[in-house]
Each structure stands twice: as structure tokens, then as C-alpha cells.
């Protein structure tokens, strides 16, 4: 992997997949940092962040989106260092009511936790960051209420979920009926369209093919377009897997009873596997996995493996 070029101002903590990648900005005497990673992260989180910032302050966080990757060391950032917490205005009311099925931790089964805002960054308003000027763009159809963060002057994109080097995050809302694949489009096209130099993704190494990673990911699309049920599928290994690397090992029956009440299994089951029993629908997304190299099943076993 070729080293890729970024601003001194602008460090990359590149996590795994259970925890977003972090972005830290120094500005000056502050330092601010772009999504916080998984709960169960949030002390590594801090202490990556403490790194960078040295002596001073962490007086901004931002989250690109508040799925439970991306928020979940909000609180334990904020806790200790009373910075302030802009989201994307979509969700606002349901970080006010704490409301986890809008804000996707029930369906999920994922955990975050509690956190407030102090500020509503939005498409087409412009941040700040490590001196530089960030366009935010809306990024629905992974999340309705996404936005990614995208700079003219180096050409930089942070772009959350809406692209990987190989991807791009599971489009959530098409499992119940609505619209994702076209926002999912219509981003990547955006993307094309401002060329960005460098992609820092939500997950994984920052790259510079930016052509080809776009090439393989209007092919995803179309795949995942033409077939509802086989975006389902793939909804529901994604969440299988998340879990799973959570918590390592498991068995059948603790990963039926996770999931058997988790509402996006339920609807997924209702829309589109009502034929089959419950338990056989989340013993097929294991099996999946273990197909893909993402998991071991030995019978009733079942152990994370990367994929
Ligand atoms: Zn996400």
C-alpha cells in the first residue's frame, strides 16, 4: 500500500470495522475529530485521540452519521473534555428523545451510548477543519441522514459509509421499503463529479484510485438494485457480522435469541423469507458468513474470523 499524502493539520486513526476510523484536525491550540467509533472502543478511541492532540484541547465532534459505529465514543470524548458535538440535522429530534428505534441502535441490536448535540452541521453548510475548508454534502442511502465531508483546495473526501476502497455500507432503508439505491446513486455520482485526490473512508485505509473504487462500486450497486431480496441478505450478514466481531464466539441458539427480536430481522423475515422459520433465516446469514471467510460454524459453535 502506497502511503497516501494528507495535510500535517489532518490524521487518520484507522480503526477496524467494529469502530469507524476517527479523523483528527489540529486547529492551533485545538483539536477537533470527525465520528468516535463503537462503545465498546471508547477508551481506546480517547487515548488514540489523546495522542494526537498532545496538550491541547479536543473542543469539536463531528459525526458524519449517528449509526453506532460512527457515535459511540461521543460520550466518552465528551465526558472528559466538554467538547462540543455537531450531527447531521435528520436525527436531531431523536437525540432529543433518545429515541434508539429512529436511531437504529434497537433494530440493530448495536449499542450507544446517550449523548447531546450542541450543533447541527448540515448539506451545504461549510466546517472548518486543521485550517482547511469542508463542504458538507448530503449523503443519503446507506443512512437518509448522512453527510460526508469534502475539500476543494487538496481535494479530499471523508466519506463516511457512501464509499470504501471495496464498497460502500449496506443501504438500510430499501429492507423496508424505502428508497435507498437511488441516493446511493446519486452520491457516487456526486463523488465522480467532484474527483476528490484522496477518499478517507469510514472504514479502512485512505486511497487514491478513486476511479476504480467507484467503478467497483456502481457495480455493487446494480447487484444489490436488481435484487431486493439479495440486499436483504446481505443487510443481514452485515449485522450477523458486526455482532460477531463484537463478541468473538457464540453459539446457534444465543445468535437466534439476539436477533429474533431485532426489528429489522423481523421485517426482513416479514418482507421477504416469511417462509421460513425465524431461526432459520438467522442460522443462514452465519452460514453465509462462514462461506464468505467471515465467520467459523462448527456445529453449534460459531467464531469470528476476518473475512
Ligand atoms: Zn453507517
Given at each position: 500500500m502506497t502511503a497516501v499524502r494528507l495535510p500535517p493539520t489532518m490524521h487518520v486513526?484507522?480503526?477496524?470495522?467494529?469502530?469507524?476510523?476517527?479523523?483528527?484536525?489540529?486547529?492551533?491550540?485545538?483539536?477537533?475529530?470527525?465520528?468516535?467509533?463503537?462503545?465498546?472502543?471508547?477508551?481506546?478511541?480517547?487515548?488514540?485521540?489523546?495522542?494526537?492532540?498532545?496538550?491541547?484541547?479536543?473542543?469539536?465532534?463531528i459525526n458524519t452519521h449517528l449509526h453506532s459505529d460512527h457515535a459511540g465514543g461521543n460520550a466518552r470524548l465528551r465526558a472528559q473534555h466538554a467538547?462540543?458535538?455537531?450531527?447531521?440535522?435528520?436525527?436531531a429530534p431523536a437525540v432529543d428523545a433518545w429515541d434508539v428505534e429512529t436511531l437504529t441502535y434497537a433494530p440493530t441490536r448495536q449499542q450507544?451510548?446517550?449523548?447531546?448535540?450542541?450543533?447541527?452541521?448540515?448539506?451545504?453548510?461549510?466546517?472548518?477543519?486543521?485550517?482547511?475548508?469542508?463542504?458538507?454534502?448530503?449523503?443519503p442511502g446507506h443512512d437518509p441522514h448522512m453527510v460526508v465531508l469534502f475539500n476543494h483546495d487538496e481535494r479530499l473526501l471523508i466519506?463516511?459509509?457512501?464509499?470504501?476502497?471495496?464498497?460502500?455500507?449496506?443501504?438500510?432503508?430499501?429492507?423496508?421499503?424505502?428508497?435507498?439505491?437511488?441516493?446511493?446513486?446519486?452520491?457516487?455520482?456526486l463523488i465522480a463529479r467532484r474527483a476528490p485526490r484522496v477518499v478517507i473512508p469510514g472504514h479502512g485505509a485512505p486511497f487514491t484510485d478513486v476511479d476504480r473504487a467507484l467503478e467497483r462500486a456502481f457495480a455493487r450497486l446494480d447487484a444489490l438494485a436488481a435484487s431486493a431480496e439479495r440486499n436483504a441478505r446481505h443487510v443481514l450478514k452485515v449485522l450477523a457480522k458486526f455482532w460477531l466481531m463484537q463478541v468473538r464466539e457464540t453459539?446457534?441458539?444465543?445468535?437466534?435469541?439476539?436477533?429474533?427480536?431485532?426489528?429489522?430481522?423481523?421485517?426482513?423475515?416479514?418482507?421477504?423469507?416469511?417462509?421460513?422459520?425465524?431461526?432459520?433465516?438467522?442460522?443462514?446469514?452465519?452460514?453465509?458468513?462462514?462461506?464468505?471467510?467471515?465467520?467459523?460454524?462448527?456445529g453449534e459453535r460459531i467464531r469470528d474470523r476476518d473475512g
Open positions: 486513526l484507522q480503526r477496524g470495522w467494529l469502530s469507524s476510523n476517527n479523523v483528527v484536525f489540529i486547529d492551533g491550540a485545538e483539536a477537533s475529530v470527525v465520528d468516535t467509533g463503537y462503545c465498546l472502543h471508547a477508551e481506546q478511541t480517547a487515548q488514540l485521540v489523546d495522542r494526537v492532540r498532545g496538550e491541547r484541547p479536543l473542543t469539536r465532534i467538547a462540543t458535538i455537531a450531527i447531521p440535522p435528520g436525527l450507544c451510548p446517550r449523548f447531546t448535540y450542541d450543533a447541527l452541521l448540515g448539506a451545504g453548510d461549510a466546517a472548518t477543519l486543521g485550517g482547511l475548508q469542508w463542504e458538507v454534502l448530503a449523503a466519506s463516511a459509509d457512501a464509499l470504501w476502497e471495496n464498497g460502500f455500507g449496506a443501504i438500510f432503508p430499501e429492507i423496508e421499503g424505502e428508497s435507498g439505491f437511488d441516493e446511493q446513486r446519486a452520491v457516487l455520482e453459539s446457534r441458539a444465543a445468535s437466534r435469541s439476539h436477533f429474533e427480536g431485532a426489528r429489522y430481522f423481523q421485517v426482513i423475515h416479514r418482507r421477504y423469507f416469511a417462509d421460513w422459520p425465524m431461526a432459520a433465516m438467522i442460522d443462514r446469514a452465519f452460514d453465509e458468513l462462514a462461506s464468505a471467510g467471515a465467520a467459523a460454524v462448527e
